[in-house]
């Protein structure tokens, strides 16, 4: 009964949602931050997603511009052990604070901005579309900078 609420409860939060990127964002949004897959790790109590997502938006000369963004998702779970690849995640930018802190690199934990699962909200800095659990917490921008040289951390964006 548990393996089944579990599995109910992913195939839930990886609904498969319109294909937004900055060229054809809906009403209201700056940009889209999505990854593909991520490689998720458990080590006892601990239950984390790890990757390198993509922020999609339009540039101030209008152009398409792509920012890589490094991304860190976790929660307390059941005891386990292992690694293995999962789905990814996507967030739909509403503000423009969020836009400008993704931009330059600060350090975004989910508990300091206002993010939600529901549209419409009131002063919502973005919209969870697919890849994070109610109870998980995330931090964008989560590679630490002083290691950035030894990863070779780019922070230019590209834009077309």
């Known amino acids: 009964m548990k393996a089944c609420l579990i599995f109910m409860l992913l195939s839930f939060f990886n609904l498969p949602v319109p294909g937004w990127s900055a060229t054809n964002l809906p009403a209201g949004a700056l940009g889209i931050l999505s990854i593909d897959s ?7 109590w601990l ?13 101030p000369d209008n152009r398409q511009c792509t920012l890589n963004v490094p991304v860190a998702v976790g ?17 739909l930018v509403l503000s423009a604070q969020l836009s400008q802190a993704l931009l330059a690199g600060e350090r975004i934990k989910s508990d300091d901005w206002h993010f939600s699962r529901a549209q419409g909200g009131d ?8 890849g994070i659990a109610p109870d998980e917490g995330f931090v964008l921008n989560s590679r630490r ?16």
């Open 47 to 59: 239950k984390g997603r790890v990757g390198e997502a993509s922020y999609q938006y339009r540039g």
């Open 75 to 91: 929660r307390i779970a059941d005891a386990d052990v292992g690694v293995s690849t999962v789905p990814g995640l996507q967030i």
């Open 145 to 160: 900078r002083w290691i950035s040289w030894l990863r070779g951390d780019n922070r230019t964006p590209v834009c077309l």
């Open 123 to 130: 002063n919502v800095d973005g919209l969870i579309l697919q």
């Open 38 to 44: 991520m490689t998720q790790g458990q080590m006892l």
